[in-house]
């Protein structure tokens, strides 16, 4: 039977407590919380946890297992990085901390910890390739995946707290530091040309910076991707400002922001050193590293955003059988038109299929914009921001109309190339003729097949369903047709 499951990390800057729904390939997150405790502030120069930042962890774990125990938590895991890993009175805060919480700790090396990051991206991912950087408070770990395996991983004292307090608060010195400690590491080798993802939240906080910056019109962090040269020019100017002035900073918390400044020059060093291709945030590292490798293989190989789809359709949808039949439709409609399926691929038309009825509760004028909304921030993982934004306009369209537009949508379609926004614009017009045909019931579309045949698009309807071919039915057929170049055609089987 499955159960929720909760991971606390406690992390040389913060301490997280997150539940989630049951152990899965694409996990919904219940709650997520944190405390901001610092524990790593001072290691580096003292050689221990500061007595503060102890109580406040402390304190944190105690408020972690009422709530874990207000929500039934079926299982916690419970683990710990840098900070309790390099101070003299780890063990002893090791001791306090599983008191308090009422689990056992795990203290993970940073060699597992770099192993735990790069399953956490594999997990987020639709087949990364490439290295992944997970820069904490403490510490810096690196690691190369490809093909769903991870590489051998380095870690090195390099987190922003750590870096903070070795400097004495100066860059010039952290920079330095940071030289010395990279010239020691061969993935750097791995790097070059492939993508690098960027792990931690300090990193997070430079992106959210950085998506103000240029007007990104997309507030999601997982999948950013930035090409490295404009990343490059971004953090040298985070290095050489002072960060009040930056637009957005009250975006990031107090806490962090002492910290952009050491997280922007590890990170120039890296691309000044690695030559990535790009620069791609996760939002997924060490706690969904540890879900994922606790899955079978057979889990741990399946598609996580088909998952989230189907899901959302047992959810949602009006009859969840009716997905089915529309994709074979659509499918159908595509392959006798001879258009390419890999714009976008069949995986993304699969899904969109599957999250085609989500906002038919809505009020009708708002069903394409909340269904765009939903869609586009929803936590969706094994896609891209170009998948995002096909998938968010498609539904926008097949309940707001071909014509309609709003200034999110108008954004979103910036982020598409023309072929695959005349592709999201091609399918919403196939919904609409197949959702005004079946009302969104399973049983109608198989009987009532559409086709292209040469010069003309063909739709048929048997004798008994014949009173479905409607003035409003034809008059989407007809723009259907339209977009794909021909005449259409209304018959009888």
């Known amino acids: 039977m499955s159960h929720t499951i909760a991971i606390v990390d406690i992390g040389s800057n913060s301490v997280r407590l997150v539940v989630y729904e049951m152990l899965a390939r694409a996990p919904a997150q219940v709650f997520n919380e944190k405390e901001m405790a610092g524990l790593g502030r001072q290691v580096a120069s003292t050689g221990r946890l500061a007595d503060d930042a102890v109580a406040k962890a402390i304190n944190a774990l105690v408020r972690f297992r009422i709530l874990c125990e207000a929500m039934h938590v ?28 009422g689990q056992p700790i795990e203290l993970i090396s940073g060699g597992r910890e770099a192993i735990l990051s790069g399953l956490g991206v594999i997990s987020g991912f639709d087949n990364p390739d490439g290295v992944v950087g997970d820069l904490g408070g403490g510490s810096l770990e690196l690691i190369s995946i490809k093909d769903g395996a991870v590489g051998q991983g380095a870690s090195v004292p390099l987190g922003g707290l750590a870096l903070l307090d070795r400097s004495k608060g100066s860059l010039r010195a952290a920079e330095k530091i940071v030289k010395d400690e990279l ?47 404009d990343v490059a020019d971004f953090v040298r100017l985070v290095e050489r400002a002072d960060i009040s002035v930056l637009d957005a900073i009250d975006a ?30 996760s939002a997924q590292g060490v706690r969904e590293g540890l879900l994922h490798e606790q899955l079978s293989p057979e889990e741990q190989s399946a ?71 939903v869609i586009a921030h929803a936590y969706f993982t ?21 014509k309609a537009s709003s200034p999110a949508a108008a954004g979103l379609k910036t982020l ?10 091609l399918i919403a017009a196939i919904f609409r003729v197949a959702y005004l045909l079946s009302a969104g019931m ?49 018959g009888r089987l």
């Open 74 to 101: 079926g299982e916690i895991r419970v683990i710990a990085t840098a900070a309790a890993r390099y101070a003299s009175n780890g063990p002893e805060f090791i001791a306090r901390a599983e008191e308090a919480i």
């Open 183 to 229: 010239d020691k590491l061969p993935q750097l080798a791995a790097m070059k040309g492939r993508d690098f993802y960027a792990v931690g939240g300090t990193w997070r906080a430079l992106a959210t910076l950085h998506q103000h910056r240029v007007g990104y019109p997309l507030n999601v962090m997982h999948g950013y991707s930035v090409p490295t040269r």
């Open 252 to 281: 990031v918390s107090s806490a962090r922001r002492p910290l952009l400044a050491y997280g922007a020059l590890v990170l120039d060093e890296l691309i000044k050193r690695g030559k990535p291709r790009e620069i791609i945030i």
């Open 303 to 373: 598609d996580p955003l088909m998952q989230a789809a189907r899901d959302y359709n047992l959810l949602r949808a009006r009859d969840p059988r009716h997905a089915a039949e529309l994709i074979n439709w659509t499918r159908g409609i595509l392959e006798t038109a001879g258009l390419p399926q890999d714009e976008p691929s069949g995986r993304m038309i699969e899904t969109v299929c599957l999250l085609s009825d989500i906002g038919w509760r809505a009020h009708p004028d708002y069903r394409g914009e909340q269904s765009m909304n």
């Open 382 to 402: 094994g896609l891209d921001h170009i998948g995002r934004a096909f998938l968010a306009l498609t539904i926008f369209h097949r309940y707001a109309g071909m």
């Open 416 to 425: 598409l190339p023309p072929p695959i926004l005349a592709r999201a614009l």
């Open 442 to 490: 399973a049983g109608i579309l198989p009987r009532i097949p559409a086709a292209c045949v040469d010069n003309r698009l063909l739709l048929r309807f048997p004798a008994d369903l014949s009173a479905l071919a409607s003035e409003r039915v034809e008059g989407r057929l007809k723009q259907l047709a339209k977009l794909l170049g021909r005449d259409f055609e209304i």
